[in-house]
């Protein structure tokens, strides 16, 4: 794809998600789930530790910046404002797909945040459908050099590229050319959905494949095929495209389909996360962290200070969750019960 096209729907992208309702129709299935509240917990609040290790660096809380933008001037600045957040609250970042800065090496400086964020754990991305459109093993180590990052994530999109007119919808064999990647990549692969969720089929067969991590990005919370929606001129195609705002499989099912799939992978957990107390549900269900993406680029969009904010607001949630269900680290609030509840 030419440069100005892809420039184009980056900025289609990055527009219609700060400005128009993209959200799914389904809930993420958190609100289904309930901490039991211990009055006597037995340690003090101040004593509450949300740091965790992970690929070798340690966060001050289980929260990272979800894959969001990149390949033009203005998500560069929204991702310098994100990588300098991630940098003072001492969490993960995520980069958009690569792939612009790849096929066009002009635009990689959209994507080269390291100097904003020197201690971060900072992920590169690329769409992982690419290794059957002539994307090598070189092609994956090159976006993890371009950004100077400590994992690489392949996302999975195939909904959103069969709405997209041109998508890259050749998916046969992927699952093989992943786990040439997952053996010869000199960092950690992580494979994430873009909102629709990872199954436990899905997850069985990523684990054999040796992905370090499955973010499972499940449905609840931003919807691609909303976007998409929006930029589609045809309105037959749009109708199509608006009839899918419904699919997916709910964040809080994910994390249980995948720990089943992959009980040995470690999960990550995004789609539709609005509070520290999501994440701490995450958690308590089996994931490691979670990520955020709508709730920070908007906040980047105004200011550095809303993200730190943010960022903060987050943090006090999860530590507050601990306290209150008896967890003194994150290991213990993995561990602590929840209490499935039937709706209506």
Known sequence: ????????????????????????????????????HQALPELNFDDVDTTVDLFGKRLKVPLFISSMTGGTAEAFRINCVLAE???????????????????????????QVRKYAPDILLFANLGAV???????????????????????????NPLQEALQPGGNTRFSGLLRKIEMVCRGLQVPVIVKEVGWGISEKVARQ????GVAAIDVAGAGGTSWSQVEMYRLEEERSARVAARFAGWGIPTAESIMQVKQGAPDVLVFSSGGLKSGIDIAKSIALGAVCGGVAGVFLKAAHRSLADVLATITEF??????????????????????????????
């Open 1 to 36: 794809m030419d440069q100005d096209k892809i420039e184009a729907r980056k900025r289609d992208h990055l527009f219609i998600n700060l400005n128009e309702d993209v959200s799914s129709t389904l809930s993420t299935g958190f609100e289904t789930f309930r901490f039991v």
């Open 85 to 111: 957040a991630a940098q003072t609250g001492g969490i993960a970042m995520g980069l958009g797909s690569q792939r612009a800065g790849l096929d066009h090496p002009d635009l990689a400086y959209t994507y």
């Open 130 to 156: 690419q290794l059957n459109y002539a994307y090598t093993l070189e092609h994956c180590q090159r976006a993890v050099d371009m950004v100077q990052a400590d994992a690489l994530i392949l996302h999975l």
């Open 206 to 209: 990523l684990a054999g494949a």
């Open 315 to 344: 943090q006090s949630e999860i530590r507050l969750c601990m306290f209150a269900t008896g967890a003194r680290n994150i290991e213990e609030l993995g561990k602590v019960p929840l209490i499935r509840v039937t709706r209506g």
